[in-house]
């Protein structure tokens, strides 16, 4: 399978991107939720930005501490793919009775998750590949 390689620079204006979406819809987070790994660092960036609250979360955890939480959240990853992963949260939010927002950097086609925001789609059906993020591959080009 062809691989694809996003870069930093890729990175950034994908966020960049989020961030634009965010604005244009007039939703501000409250706190960002990283999911761990590839959500990371978009999700710092997108706080940062907002000069909001961040968590980071690894996607076999669960949310008792936002059980209680008043304001608008924000789960960020790098790639909606097929789905699971969003969809796994949002389950685990629906219990809670929390209503959140949902971005990826990168956003497919084929997926059956429907994000709020995205970077970039992309269309796996048509171009099936293996995107590797740069904190996926760093010191293979140091």
């Given at each position: 399978m062809k691989q694809v390689y996003i870069t930093d620079e890729e990175v950034k204006g994908y966020t960049q991107e989020i961030i634009r979406q965010l604005v244009l819809t007039n939703f501000v987070p409250d706190?960002?939720?990283?999911?761990?790994?590839?959500?990371?660092?978009?999700?710092?960036?997108?706080?940062?930005?907002?000069?909001?609250?961040?968590?980071?979360?690894n996607k076999q955890e669960q949310f008792p501490e936002l059980k209680d939480f008043n304001g608008n959240i924000l789960i960020v990853d790098d790639i909606n793919d097929t789905g699971k992963t969003f969809t796994d949260v949002n389950n685990d939010l629906s219990l809670l009775g929390i209503e959140v927002r949902y971005a990826a950097l990168?956003?497919?086609?084929?997926?059956?998750?429907?994000?709020?925001?995205?970077?970039?789609?992309?269309?796996?059906v048509k171009d099936p590949c293996w995107v590797v993020f740069p904190w996926e591959s760093w010191w293979k080009n140091v």
């Open positions: 706190l960002v939720v990283g999911l761990a790994r590839g959500g990371l660092v978009p999700a710092n960036y997108i706080s940062q930005f907002f000069e909001c609250d961040f968590y980071a979360l990168l956003d497919n086609a084929g997926s059956e998750f429907t994000v709020d925001y995205y970077g970039r789609e992309i269309d796996k």
